[in-house]
Protein backbone atom coordinates (compact mmCIF):
# COMPACT_ATOMS: atom_id res chain seq x y z
CA UNK A 1 0.00 0.00 0.00
CA UNK A 2 1.69 4.00 -1.17
CA UNK A 3 -0.25 7.16 -1.03
CA UNK A 4 -2.52 7.13 -3.82
CA UNK A 5 -2.03 10.77 -4.45
CA UNK A 6 1.82 10.32 -4.23
CA UNK A 7 1.65 7.32 -6.78
CA UNK A 8 -0.54 9.44 -9.08
CA UNK A 9 2.03 12.17 -8.77
CA UNK A 10 4.95 9.53 -9.84
CA UNK A 11 2.99 8.10 -12.58
CA UNK A 12 1.79 10.63 -14.47
CA UNK A 13 4.41 13.05 -15.41
CA UNK A 14 4.25 16.36 -16.08
CA UNK A 15 2.90 17.19 -19.88
CA UNK A 16 6.31 19.14 -20.20
CA UNK A 17 8.84 15.80 -19.19
CA UNK A 18 6.61 13.71 -21.60
CA UNK A 19 6.54 15.47 -24.41
CA UNK A 20 10.65 16.34 -23.94
CA UNK A 21 11.31 12.60 -23.30
CA UNK A 22 9.17 12.43 -26.66
CA UNK A 23 11.38 14.35 -28.14
CA UNK A 24 14.45 12.45 -27.11
CA UNK A 25 13.21 9.35 -28.57
CA UNK A 26 12.19 10.68 -31.90
CA UNK A 27 15.35 12.29 -32.42
CA UNK A 28 17.00 8.82 -32.36
CA UNK A 29 14.99 7.71 -34.71
CA UNK A 30 14.85 10.36 -37.19
CA UNK A 31 17.60 13.01 -36.15
CA UNK A 32 18.26 15.35 -33.52
CA UNK A 33 18.12 18.01 -36.51
CA UNK A 34 14.59 16.95 -37.88
CA UNK A 35 13.26 17.44 -34.34
CA UNK A 36 11.82 21.02 -33.46
CA UNK A 37 11.45 20.99 -29.39
CA UNK A 38 10.10 24.04 -28.02
CA UNK A 39 9.09 21.77 -24.51
CA UNK A 40 11.02 22.60 -21.92
CA UNK A 41 12.89 25.20 -20.61
CA UNK A 42 16.27 24.57 -20.39
CA UNK A 43 18.67 28.04 -20.59
CA UNK A 44 20.20 27.32 -24.53
CA UNK A 45 22.57 29.91 -23.43
CA UNK A 46 25.89 29.20 -21.56
CA UNK A 47 26.57 30.52 -17.97
CA UNK A 48 29.17 33.65 -17.64
CA UNK A 49 32.59 32.79 -17.93
CA UNK A 50 33.13 33.69 -14.15
CA UNK A 51 30.35 30.85 -12.95
CA UNK A 52 32.91 27.95 -14.08
CA UNK A 53 36.08 30.05 -13.64
CA UNK A 54 34.72 30.19 -9.47
CA UNK A 55 34.37 26.90 -9.31
CA UNK A 56 37.00 25.07 -10.73
CA UNK A 57 39.42 28.34 -8.47
CA UNK A 58 37.10 26.98 -5.50
CA UNK A 59 37.51 23.14 -5.75
CA UNK A 60 40.98 23.78 -5.99
CA UNK A 61 41.44 26.35 -3.39
CA UNK A 62 39.12 24.67 -1.00
CA UNK A 63 39.13 20.62 -2.01
CA UNK A 64 38.57 20.11 2.10
CA UNK A 65 35.46 22.24 2.69
CA UNK A 66 33.91 23.19 -0.36
CA UNK A 67 31.83 19.75 -0.15
CA UNK A 68 31.42 19.63 3.25
CA UNK A 69 27.80 20.33 5.07
CA UNK A 70 26.99 23.74 5.60
CA UNK A 71 24.46 25.29 8.08
CA UNK A 72 20.71 23.69 6.91
CA UNK A 73 19.64 27.15 5.86
CA UNK A 74 23.36 27.72 3.85
CA UNK A 75 26.29 29.30 4.47
CA UNK A 76 26.43 33.14 6.24
CA UNK A 77 28.80 33.68 3.83
CA UNK A 78 26.77 33.27 0.89
CA UNK A 79 23.66 34.29 2.44
CA UNK A 80 25.38 37.79 2.99
CA UNK A 81 26.72 37.77 -0.38
CA UNK A 82 22.95 37.47 -1.37
CA UNK A 83 22.12 40.16 1.13
CA UNK A 84 24.69 42.46 -0.40
CA UNK A 85 23.75 42.33 -4.15
CA UNK A 86 19.88 43.16 -3.29
CA UNK A 87 20.50 46.02 -1.57
CA UNK A 88 23.38 46.92 -3.63
CA UNK A 89 20.66 46.86 -6.20
CA UNK A 90 17.72 47.56 -4.86
CA UNK A 91 18.52 49.84 -1.84
CA UNK A 92 17.09 47.48 0.48
CA UNK A 93 18.92 46.37 4.02
CA UNK A 94 18.31 42.89 4.61
CA UNK A 95 21.17 41.10 5.98
CA UNK A 96 22.19 36.82 5.91
CA UNK A 97 19.37 35.53 8.31
CA UNK A 98 16.59 36.45 6.55
CA UNK A 99 17.76 33.83 3.65
CA UNK A 100 16.97 30.15 3.44
CA UNK A 101 19.30 28.72 0.42
CA UNK A 102 16.97 25.97 -1.04
CA UNK A 103 17.21 23.57 -4.34
CA UNK A 104 16.34 25.78 -6.56
CA UNK A 105 12.82 27.92 -6.41
CA UNK A 106 10.82 24.69 -6.64
CA UNK A 107 12.18 23.90 -3.37
CA UNK A 108 11.49 27.85 -1.91
CA UNK A 109 7.82 27.37 -2.84
CA UNK A 110 7.26 24.36 -1.34
CA UNK A 111 8.96 25.51 1.95
CA UNK A 112 6.74 28.62 1.25
CA UNK A 113 3.52 26.86 1.40
CA UNK A 114 4.03 24.24 3.89
CA UNK A 115 5.69 26.86 6.26
CA UNK A 116 2.34 29.21 6.13
CA UNK A 117 -0.57 26.74 5.63
CA UNK A 118 -2.77 25.91 8.06
CA UNK A 119 -6.09 24.15 7.66
CA UNK A 120 -8.60 25.65 5.26
CA UNK A 121 -6.01 27.99 4.29
CA UNK A 122 -6.20 29.18 0.37
CA UNK A 123 -3.58 30.42 -1.93
CA UNK A 124 -4.59 32.65 -4.82
CA UNK A 125 -2.66 31.85 -8.54
CA UNK A 126 -3.54 33.72 -11.83
CA UNK A 127 -3.55 32.11 -14.52
CA UNK A 128 -1.72 30.73 -16.70
CA UNK A 129 0.87 29.24 -14.39
CA UNK A 130 3.86 27.23 -14.17
CA UNK A 131 2.02 24.32 -13.93
CA UNK A 132 4.02 22.64 -10.30
CA UNK A 133 2.06 25.25 -8.30
CA UNK A 134 -0.77 22.88 -8.24
CA UNK A 135 1.20 20.10 -6.98
CA UNK A 136 3.69 22.20 -4.26
CA UNK A 137 0.06 23.82 -2.75
CA UNK A 138 -1.42 20.69 -2.46
CA UNK A 139 1.46 18.75 -0.89
CA UNK A 140 1.11 21.35 2.01
CA UNK A 141 -2.40 20.36 2.05
CA UNK A 142 -3.60 23.93 1.12
CA UNK A 143 -6.30 25.03 -1.84
CA UNK A 144 -5.06 26.31 -4.93
CA UNK A 145 -7.84 29.41 -6.31
CA UNK A 146 -7.46 29.82 -9.79
CA UNK A 147 -8.11 33.40 -11.44
CA UNK A 148 -8.85 32.64 -15.46
CA UNK A 149 -6.23 34.23 -17.54
CA UNK A 150 -7.11 37.99 -19.15
CA UNK A 151 -6.20 36.64 -22.26
CA UNK A 152 -5.92 40.51 -24.24
CA UNK A 153 -2.34 40.81 -22.18
CA UNK A 154 -2.49 38.12 -19.72
CA UNK A 155 -2.25 41.40 -17.05
CA UNK A 156 -4.36 41.55 -14.15
CA UNK A 157 -7.97 41.31 -14.40
CA UNK A 158 -8.93 43.02 -10.29
CA UNK A 159 -12.22 42.48 -10.76
CA UNK A 160 -12.03 38.70 -10.50
CA UNK A 161 -9.14 39.13 -8.49
CA UNK A 162 -10.39 40.75 -5.85
CA UNK A 163 -13.60 38.66 -5.22
CA UNK A 164 -11.19 35.28 -5.04
CA UNK A 165 -9.79 36.82 -2.30
CA UNK A 166 -11.69 35.66 1.33
CA UNK A 167 -10.82 34.63 5.11
CA UNK A 168 -9.39 31.75 3.90
CA UNK A 169 -6.46 34.01 1.77
CA UNK A 170 -3.40 33.02 3.12
CA UNK A 171 -1.33 34.34 -0.01
CA UNK A 172 -1.21 35.14 -3.54
CA UNK A 173 1.42 34.05 -5.97
CA UNK A 174 2.78 36.01 -8.76
CA UNK A 175 5.53 35.29 -11.26
CA UNK A 176 6.79 38.24 -12.95
CA UNK A 177 8.69 38.11 -15.36
CA UNK A 178 5.82 34.98 -16.75
CA UNK A 179 5.74 31.51 -17.66
CA UNK A 180 4.37 30.67 -19.83
CA UNK A 181 3.26 34.52 -21.30
CA UNK A 182 6.55 36.03 -20.92
CA UNK A 183 4.44 39.05 -19.55
CA UNK A 184 6.00 41.35 -16.94
CA UNK A 185 3.62 43.25 -14.33
CA UNK A 186 4.32 46.78 -14.88
CA UNK A 187 4.34 49.09 -11.18
CA UNK A 188 1.55 50.49 -11.36
CA UNK A 189 -0.17 47.34 -11.57
CA UNK A 190 2.13 46.23 -8.54
CA UNK A 191 0.60 48.94 -6.97
CA UNK A 192 -2.34 48.61 -7.73
CA UNK A 193 -2.17 44.85 -6.34
CA UNK A 194 -0.40 45.89 -3.72
CA UNK A 195 -3.23 48.17 -2.21
CA UNK A 196 -5.89 45.73 -2.80
CA UNK A 197 -4.18 43.30 -0.43
CA UNK A 198 -3.43 45.75 2.66
CA UNK A 199 -7.31 46.92 2.12
CA UNK A 200 -8.28 42.94 2.38
CA UNK A 201 -5.79 42.15 4.95
CA UNK A 202 -7.02 44.98 6.98
CA UNK A 203 -10.59 43.76 6.11
CA UNK A 204 -9.85 40.16 7.92
CA UNK A 205 -7.79 41.05 10.28
CA UNK A 206 -4.68 39.04 9.23
CA UNK A 207 -1.88 39.23 6.94
CA UNK A 208 -2.10 37.82 2.96
CA UNK A 209 1.18 37.16 1.93
CA UNK A 210 2.25 38.11 -1.80
CA UNK A 211 4.83 35.14 -3.19
CA UNK A 212 6.80 36.48 -5.50
CA UNK A 213 8.22 33.61 -7.84
CA UNK A 214 11.00 35.72 -9.64
CA UNK A 215 13.35 32.98 -11.29
CA UNK A 216 13.14 35.16 -14.41
CA UNK A 217 13.67 38.42 -12.85
CA UNK A 218 16.94 39.30 -14.59
CA UNK A 219 15.34 37.75 -17.98
CA UNK A 220 13.64 41.38 -19.78
CA UNK A 221 14.09 42.75 -23.00
CA UNK A 222 14.41 46.40 -24.10
CA UNK A 223 14.54 47.92 -21.00
CA UNK A 224 11.49 46.62 -19.37
CA UNK A 225 11.63 47.47 -15.39
CA UNK A 226 10.73 44.66 -13.19
CA UNK A 227 10.19 46.43 -9.95
CA UNK A 228 11.45 45.11 -6.64
CA UNK A 229 8.09 43.87 -4.74
CA UNK A 230 8.86 43.86 -1.35
CA UNK A 231 9.52 47.61 -2.19
CA UNK A 232 5.54 47.59 -2.99
CA UNK A 233 3.93 45.30 -0.72
CA UNK A 234 5.42 44.63 3.12
CA UNK A 235 4.12 41.69 3.58
CA UNK A 236 6.26 40.21 0.26
CA UNK A 237 7.83 36.95 0.55
CA UNK A 238 10.61 36.06 -2.68
CA UNK A 239 11.46 32.83 -3.79
CA UNK A 240 14.44 33.21 -5.94
CA UNK A 241 16.45 30.99 -8.66
CA UNK A 242 19.64 31.04 -10.10
CA UNK A 243 18.44 28.54 -12.72
CA UNK A 244 17.33 30.71 -15.69
CA UNK A 245 19.69 33.76 -14.93
CA UNK A 246 22.96 32.17 -14.45
CA UNK A 247 21.66 29.07 -16.68
CA UNK A 248 22.12 26.83 -14.03
CA UNK A 249 18.86 24.43 -13.80
CA UNK A 250 20.88 21.32 -13.07
CA UNK A 251 22.94 23.00 -9.69
CA UNK A 252 19.63 23.42 -8.07
CA UNK A 253 20.50 26.88 -5.90
CA UNK A 254 18.12 29.18 -4.84
CA UNK A 255 16.58 31.01 -1.95
CA UNK A 256 13.65 32.47 0.12
CA UNK A 257 13.87 35.92 1.23
CA UNK A 258 11.52 36.76 4.39
CA UNK A 259 12.32 40.37 4.88
CA UNK A 260 11.81 41.57 8.48
CA UNK A 261 9.53 44.42 7.38
CA UNK A 262 7.18 41.49 6.33
CA UNK A 263 4.20 40.42 9.02
CA UNK A 264 5.32 38.28 11.46
CA UNK A 265 8.57 38.20 10.11
CA UNK A 266 10.95 36.01 12.58
CA UNK A 267 7.95 32.94 12.49
CA UNK A 268 7.48 33.05 8.63
CA UNK A 269 11.27 32.52 8.59
CA UNK A 270 11.31 29.92 11.18
CA UNK A 271 8.52 28.28 9.47
CA UNK A 272 9.82 28.06 6.14
CA UNK A 273 13.31 26.87 7.92
CA UNK A 274 11.09 24.07 9.34
CA UNK A 275 9.29 22.96 6.41
CA UNK A 276 12.92 22.52 4.92
CA UNK A 277 13.78 20.35 7.61
CA UNK A 278 10.18 18.56 6.95
CA UNK A 279 10.85 17.87 3.74
CA UNK A 280 14.54 17.70 3.80
CA UNK A 281 15.70 20.36 2.17
CA UNK A 282 18.35 21.43 4.39
CA UNK A 283 22.04 22.79 3.23
CA UNK A 284 21.47 23.72 -0.23
CA UNK A 285 24.53 22.26 -2.70
CA UNK A 286 27.06 23.92 -1.18
CA UNK A 287 29.59 24.18 -3.70
CA UNK A 288 26.92 26.37 -5.79
CA UNK A 289 26.20 28.09 -2.58
CA UNK A 290 29.48 29.65 -3.14
CA UNK A 291 29.66 29.83 -6.75
CA UNK A 292 26.23 31.39 -7.22
CA UNK A 293 26.58 34.33 -4.03
CA UNK A 294 29.99 35.49 -5.85
CA UNK A 295 28.47 35.59 -9.50
CA UNK A 296 24.80 36.77 -8.09
CA UNK A 297 25.25 40.11 -9.80
CA UNK A 298 25.85 38.51 -13.44
CA UNK A 299 23.21 37.23 -15.88
CA UNK A 300 23.92 35.24 -18.58
CA UNK A 301 23.92 36.72 -22.02
CA UNK A 302 20.38 37.27 -23.00
CA UNK A 303 20.63 38.54 -26.07
CA UNK A 304 19.43 35.48 -28.24
CA UNK A 305 16.29 34.79 -26.53
CA UNK A 306 15.72 38.37 -27.32
CA UNK A 307 16.63 37.70 -30.83
CA UNK A 308 14.46 34.47 -31.19
CA UNK A 309 11.19 36.06 -29.33
CA UNK A 310 11.39 39.09 -31.94
CA UNK A 311 12.30 36.00 -35.00
CA UNK A 312 8.99 34.11 -33.65
CA UNK A 313 6.73 37.46 -33.15
CA UNK A 314 7.04 38.37 -36.36
CA UNK A 315 6.78 35.39 -38.06
CA UNK A 316 3.92 33.84 -35.87
CA UNK A 317 1.94 36.71 -36.73
CA UNK A 318 2.67 36.81 -40.47
CA UNK A 319 1.00 33.28 -40.66
CA UNK A 320 -2.01 34.14 -38.77
CA UNK A 321 -1.03 33.15 -35.39
CA UNK A 322 -2.32 35.47 -32.58
CA UNK A 323 0.65 36.71 -30.11
CA UNK A 324 1.22 38.65 -27.01
CA UNK A 325 4.54 40.10 -27.43
CA UNK A 326 6.67 38.59 -24.31
CA UNK A 327 8.41 41.41 -21.94
CA UNK A 328 10.41 38.37 -20.67
CA UNK A 329 11.28 34.96 -19.35
CA UNK A 330 11.78 32.74 -22.57
CA UNK A 331 8.24 31.61 -23.44
CA UNK A 332 5.85 32.77 -26.19
CA UNK A 333 2.17 32.01 -25.54
CA UNK A 334 0.24 32.36 -28.72
CA UNK A 335 -2.99 30.98 -29.50
CA UNK A 336 -4.08 27.88 -30.90
CA UNK A 337 -5.48 27.63 -33.93
CA UNK A 338 -8.74 25.61 -32.90
CA UNK A 339 -10.50 25.88 -29.17
CA UNK A 340 -8.70 22.29 -28.50
CA UNK A 341 -5.38 23.16 -27.44
CA UNK A 342 -4.43 19.59 -27.19
CA UNK A 343 -5.66 18.26 -30.47
CA UNK A 344 -3.62 21.22 -31.89
CA UNK A 345 -0.25 20.24 -29.87
CA UNK A 346 -1.06 16.91 -31.19
CA UNK A 347 -1.00 17.87 -34.81
CA UNK A 348 2.12 19.80 -34.45
CA UNK A 349 3.79 16.99 -33.01
CA UNK A 350 2.97 15.00 -36.16
CA UNK A 351 5.51 17.29 -37.60
CA UNK A 352 7.81 16.89 -35.17
CA UNK A 353 6.99 19.96 -33.88
CA UNK A 354 6.85 19.69 -30.07
CA UNK A 355 4.42 22.42 -27.85
CA UNK A 356 2.46 22.32 -25.16
CA UNK A 357 -0.83 22.58 -24.55
CA UNK A 358 -2.01 25.69 -22.48
CA UNK A 359 -4.89 23.74 -20.55
CA UNK A 360 -1.77 22.87 -18.11
CA UNK A 361 -1.08 26.18 -17.63
CA UNK A 362 -4.43 27.17 -17.32
CA UNK A 363 -5.48 29.22 -20.17
CA UNK A 364 -6.91 26.12 -22.87
CA UNK A 365 -6.47 27.57 -26.23
CA UNK A 366 -3.25 28.57 -26.14
CA UNK A 367 0.32 26.91 -26.40
CA UNK A 368 3.30 27.39 -24.90
CA UNK A 369 6.59 27.70 -27.21
CA UNK A 370 9.59 27.45 -24.74
CA UNK A 371 11.98 29.78 -27.26
CA UNK A 372 15.28 29.38 -25.28
CA UNK A 373 16.47 27.13 -28.32
CA UNK A 374 19.38 27.79 -30.97
CA UNK A 375 18.25 30.49 -33.54
CA UNK A 376 18.49 28.20 -35.85
CA UNK A 377 16.31 25.82 -35.27
CA UNK A 378 13.25 28.31 -35.24
CA UNK A 379 14.56 29.56 -38.64
CA UNK A 380 14.47 25.57 -40.18
CA UNK A 381 11.05 25.13 -37.35
CA UNK A 382 9.45 28.15 -39.09
CA UNK A 383 7.95 26.40 -42.47
CA UNK A 384 6.65 24.01 -39.83
CA UNK A 385 4.71 26.61 -38.22
CA UNK A 386 3.49 28.10 -41.54
CA UNK A 387 2.18 24.37 -42.39
CA UNK A 388 0.36 23.78 -39.39
CA UNK A 389 -1.36 27.19 -39.62
CA UNK A 390 -2.36 25.80 -43.80
CA UNK A 391 -3.80 22.78 -42.24
CA UNK A 392 -6.50 24.50 -40.76
CA UNK A 393 -7.24 26.87 -43.83
N1 LIG B 1 8.82 28.86 -11.04
C1 LIG B 1 8.69 29.02 -12.36
C2 LIG B 1 7.74 30.04 -12.86
C3 LIG B 1 9.42 28.23 -13.25
O1 LIG B 1 9.28 28.42 -14.56
C4 LIG B 1 10.31 27.26 -12.73
C5 LIG B 1 11.07 26.38 -13.62
O2 LIG B 1 10.95 26.36 -14.82
C6 LIG B 1 10.41 27.13 -11.35
C7 LIG B 1 9.66 27.94 -10.53
C8 LIG B 1 11.33 26.12 -10.73
O3 LIG B 1 12.64 26.56 -10.89
P1 LIG B 1 13.89 25.79 -10.30
O4 LIG B 1 14.59 25.15 -11.43
O5 LIG B 1 14.75 26.87 -9.75
O6 LIG B 1 13.42 24.87 -9.27
Redesign the pocket.
Request: glycine share 12%; net charge neutral; charged share 15%.
Given at each position: MVSERMRGLGTARSVIRELFEYGNARAAHVGRENVFDFSI?NPSVPSPDAVNETAIRLLREQPDQIHAYTSAQGAADARQRFADSLNRRFGTDYTADRFYLT???????CCVFNGLSCPGDEFVVFAPY?P?YKVFIEGAGAKMVLIPPEVEAFQIDFDIFERSLSQHTKGVLI?SP??PSGTVYSRETLERLAGILTRKSQEYGHPIYLIS?E??REIVYAGVEVPWVPSLYRDTIV?Y????SLSL?GE?L?YVLVPKEAAESGDVYAAVAGAGRSLGYVCAPSLFQQVTSRCCDLTSDIKVYEENARLLVTSLREMGYHVVEPQG?FYLFPRTLEADDAAFCERAKKLDLLIVPGSGFGAPGHTRISYCVQTDMIRRALPKFKELAESYR
Open positions: GVGAAASLFENNNDPYCSFSKPRGA
